[in-house]
């Protein structure tokens, strides 16, 4: 069945590490997403895609870092430069099709300890 | 900059009967869509039905209806003989339309949550 994988579930990163958080489609998406989700703030895009190659930053970048060098491939960086890193972290895809919505990933729940 | 506003933080109903969640959107735009996404204790996002701005018919789906106001820009969602399964988070989303490009950026309110019971 075609779908967005993200892994892993839960993360667990130290203060001043960086941590990869991966997500995979096999939908043949072309636009794929990231978002984090907080307590009352609803879901804040982080960065998105449109073509691989290229990515452009959204409303909350600041600290975060992404690559696109697969289609199928949008992996999130948060950096150590990431304040408040501890949220749960979507990934999302669409296709040229966009008015069909996204489809989401199950998410990652990143804690720092 | 488009903005979303769901004034419910927290919603209950009975099982059984009907609910309606609201949504307020504010947008310079005058083509655009505008989705209603469930979010389960799963916290999976599953879409539970969207509009086009340009249809002035309300869409429906099943159990889930909505009322679009295009001129008071208001989507509200009917949830009619509410299940225990439709006990979630919901959140109302804008996305533009008519962009270049095929991204195109999904807004999202705060979300309503909803508990249904017995």
């Known amino acids: 069945d075609g779908g967005i994988t993200q892994s892993p579930k839960y993360l667990f990163r130290k203060e001043g590490q960086n941590v990869t958080l991966s997500c995979e489609q096999n939908?043949?998406?072309?636009?794929m997403y990231w978002y984090r989700q907080d307590p009352g703030q609803g879901l804040r895009l982080i960065y998105y895609?449109?073509?691989?190659?290229?990515?452009q930053k959204g409303d909350i970048a600041e600290g975060y870092s992404v690559s696109r060098e697969k289609k199928e491939s949008f992996p999130l960086t948060v950096t150590s430069a990431q304040k408040n890193p501890t949220a749960f972290y979507l990934c999302?895809?669409?296709?040229?099709?966009?008015?069909?919505?996204?489809?989401f990933g199950s998410g990652t729940r990143l804690t720092v300890v | 900059a488009q903005t979303v506003t769901q004034s419910q933080p927290e919603m209950s109903v009975q099982e059984a009967e009907t609910v309606t969640l609201s949504c307020t959107y504010d947008t310079s735009e005058n083509n655009y869509y505008l989705f209603w996404y469930k979010q389960p204790p799963s916290r999976q996002m599953i879409l539970v039905i969207r509009?086009?701005?340009?249809?002035?018919q309300n869409a429906t789906e099943n159990r889930f209806s909505v009322n679009f106001q295009k001129a008071a820009k208001s989507f509200s969602l009917k949830i009619s003989d509410s299940q225990l399964g439709d006990t979630a988070m919901y959140f109302c989303a804008f996305m533009p339309w008519g962009h270049t490009g095929t991204a195109s950026k999904l807004t999202f309110g705060t979300g309503t949550r909803l508990q249904v019971t017995l």
């Open positions: 895609s449109q073509i691989v190659n290229d990515f």
């Open positions: 509009q086009e701005a340009y249809k002035q």
């Open positions: 939908l043949n998406h072309d636009a």
């Open positions: 999302a895809s669409s296709d040229q099709g966009w008015r069909s919505g996204y489809t």
